[in-house]
């Protein structure tokens, strides 16, 4: 393999590392807060590098990377895997865990365990868990054990069955009225701050103004406290129609399609390696080959002139 040479952890920052306290001080200095998510280290030191304030390992790795067809089949040891990577790559950003279907929703034991597992095993400095005022006694235990937790309300990927799909929520005034007591419960419990996703923007726009703590939009709009998006729906690596609020800043696709094209025909043809691309003897050594092909050279003429 070619990854041979010894890499360092991370390239020199001088930003200063991202605390919950900070992510708080931009929200009440109206500084928007930018987060995106990563599942391995070079797309988690590309995202930290550029300044981004929060980096989530998502499970949606699950449908970005591991080819599932939603996030359900994702566990805590991929989970655990996927956030010791990232964690490797990250020096500015806070690193945020999502807790995956399954490790918290059974009971608070199993919430308290399975989050101090990211805290101790993969290195993270917070995790997110899905769900509102059902979770908020677990946000509470896991704020008194010192474990940051970022809530998630609105469209809530782990409830696709419940909901009967990828819908957006809080179109009624009864659905309304339940997203806003999530957000204060979840805030009473300690959560640091609230994804909001998949949820109409004026409804956004007052629960953000009502909360003491930062929101996280994803399909939220553009009045939250700040925005996350999926890595790999910036570039077009999801192979599938974009959601409405996502936008492509880059077509990856295409250009590692092209990459990998072109490396097909350079080899087909014999054009990859060159010969700047290939090691050689030392001199004396080639040398003493060529002596040597001659001396097979002399005796095979010698050869045929005898017979």
Do not use: W
Request: net charge negative.
């Amino acid at each position: 393999m070619s990854l041979t040479q010894l890499r360092d952890r991370g390239a020199p920052t001088s930003l200063p590392r991202v605390t919950a306290d900070v992510l708080l001080q931009k929200k009440r200095a109206g500084q928007p807060i930018t987060a995106l998510t990563a599942y391995d280290f070079p797309t988690a030191r590309l995202v930290d590098e550029a300044g981004i304030d929060l980096v989530l390992v998502g499970d949606s790795v699950g449908m970005a990377v591991l080819g599932y067809e939603n996030t359900l089949p994702v566990t805590m040891e991929e989970m655990l895997h996927h956030t010791r990577a990232v964690s490797r790559g990250v020096r500015h950003a806070l690193l945020v865990a999502d807790m995956p279907y399954g490790s918290y929703q059974a009971s608070i034991e199993d919430g308290i365990r399975n989050a101090t597992r990211f805290m101790k095993e993969a290195g993270a400095q917070a995790v997110k868990l899905e769900g509102g005022h059902k979770h908020a006694d677990l946000v509470a235990r896991l704020t008194d054990a010192e474990i940051p937790v970022v809530g998630h309300i609105g469209l809530t990927p782990q409830s696709v069955h419940r909901m009967g799909g990828y819908r957006v929520q809080g179109r009624s005034a009864e659905a309304m009225d339940t997203l806003c007591a999530d957000a204060v419960a979840l805030e009473a419990a300690g959560a640091i701050a609230i994804v909001l996703e998949g949820i109409p923007r004026e409804l956004a726009s007052v629960i953000t103004a009502r909360s003491g703590v930062p929101t996280i939009g994803i399909g939220a709009g553009p009045d939250c406290d700040g925005q996350i998006l999926v890595f790999h729906d910036l570039f077009n690596l999801t192979f599938s129609p974009a959601a409405k609020f996502s936008r492509q800043y880059a077509d990856g696709a295409a250009f590692f399609s092209r990459a990998i094209e072109q490396y097909r025909e350079d080899v087909a043809g014999r054009y990859f390696p060159n010969d700047a691309e290939s090691y050689h003897l030392p001199r004396e050594l080639q040398a003493r080959e060529v002596r040597a092909e001659r001396i097979e050279s002399d005796a095979e003429e010698k050869h045929l002139c005898k017979a």
